[in-house]
């Protein structure tokens, strides 16, 4: 089955600079990767998703990346705020089997004023 | 809409108890999943309801038992509770495992302790 590696587990930075999380992947049939943001206590939301006929997207302060020849892809947050403060997981959905997307073991990213 | 809803929040039982976890979703969607949160661990699949009258079992299946009771409804049962149960809870629905959009819906979660 897929298998999905995400670092680093924490990440600290200052308000205003980036913040870049990194996954791999092992099923090369994996063809939509998406990044959820849950902040403390509370559920997993959406924030980003890629698909694989796709080499980036972004969403005003973030973006994600993917590189299908090296099976990973990031999530880059410019212009850091404290309310970006949260754990992010990463997850790869493959294009058979079960179709069921295996996440990663998350980061925290803590954002300092 | 109220997406996806679960309870109860919080719950305390002792080693044996048996106790049901129940999810609901207003979205109409076919696929719906269980997941537990550890810390570190990431999200775990326990089991998951492809479609209304299916069930598959997850990646961390032992121990635990679901029912998709009907289209909107999928509960998770734990039988005779152990502390290594405890965690949180997720549910979650998508409009399907294999067709766009791919999108998962989470519910508030359940903090469950085992004694």
């Known amino acids: 089955g897929e298998n999905v590696e995400q670092h680093p587990s924490t990440l600290s930075v200052q308000e205003g600079d980036s913040a870049v999380i990194k996954c791999t992947y092992s099923?090369?049939?994996?063809?939509?990767f998406p990044w959820y943001k849950q902040e403390l206590g509370k559920r997993p939301q959406l924030i980003i998703d890629?698909?694989?006929?796709?080499g980036e997207k972004k969403d005003q302060r973030i973006a994600v990346t993917l590189n299908k020849t090296a099976k990973h892809f990031s999530l880059h947050i410019t212009e850091t705020q404290p309310e970006d403060s949260a754990v992010y997981f990463c997850?790869?959905?493959?294009?058979?089997?079960?179709?069921?997307?295996?996440f990663g073991r998350g980061t925290s990213l803590i954002v300092h004023p | 809409n109220a997406g996806v809803t679960q309870t109860p929040k919080f719950q305390v039982l002792k080693t044996g108890q048996s106790m049901t976890l129940q999810c609901a979703q207003d979205?109409?969607?076919?696929?719906m999943y269980w997941y537990r949160q550890d810390p570190g661990m990431g999200l775990r699949l326990i089991y998951y309801?492809?479609?209304?009258?299916?069930?598959d079992k997850g990646e961390v299946p032992n121990g635990y038992n679901v029912s998709r009771l009907n289209k909107r409804e999928f509960s998770l049962r734990l039988e005779s509770a152990a502390p290594s149960q405890t965690s949180v809870y997720f549910c979650?629905?998508?409009?399907?495992?294999?067709?766009?959009?791919?999108?998962?819906?989470f519910g508030p979660g359940t903090r469950l302790t085992v004694t």
């Open positions: 997850a790869a959905r493959a294009s058979g089997g079960s179709y069921i997307p295996t």
């Open positions: 309801s492809a479609s209304e009258g299916t069930t």
């Open positions: 979205m109409n969607h076919n696929s």
């Open positions: 890629i698909r694989s006929n796709v």
């Open positions: 979650a629905s998508s409009f399907s495992t294999s067709g766009a959009p791919y999108e998962q819906y």
């Open positions: 099923d090369s049939a994996s063809n939509y």
